[in-house]
Nanobody
């Protein structure tokens, strides 16, 4: 089992940047593929980005491609989401998740463990 804790959320103006972090404890972090999802008020949780165990492949939602970057540090047991050129539509609670599966892992059902989320608010 793995425990996930997100941090780094906050309030930022449109066009600004934030970096989210997700620290993992428990079983070997490098044995999990990792992902970020977000949920805006009144909307379903949606895929943002994912990364394979060795960081060799990353996947992004079209809405964030070119603006967000997912990365991981298997020594620090941490996955990151660098968010640039933020827009008001990026406002949401952001969740990190861990998966034992292989592939792009774009679905909520692909993930086995979830963090509690961190709020990101982008003002116009």
């Amino acid at each position: 089992q793995v425990q996930l804790v997100e941090s780094g959320g906050g309030l930022v103006q449109a066009g600004g940047s934030l970096r989210l972090s997700c620290g993992a404890s428990g079983r070997t972090f490098s044995s999990y593929a990792m992902g970020w999802f977000r949920q805006a008020p009144g909307k379903d949780r949606e895929f943002v980005a994912s990364i394979t165990r060795s960081s060799s492949i990353t996947y992004y939602a079209d809405s964030v491609k070119g603006r967000f970057t997912i990365s991981r540090d298997n020594i620090k047991n941490t996955v990151y989401l660098q968010m640039n050129i933020l827009k008001p539509d990026d406002t949401a609670v952001y969740y990190c998740a861990a998966s034992v599966r292989y592939g792009s892992n774009r679905r909520i059902s692909d993930y086995d463990y979830w963090g509690q989320g961190t709020q990101v608010t982008v003002s116009s």
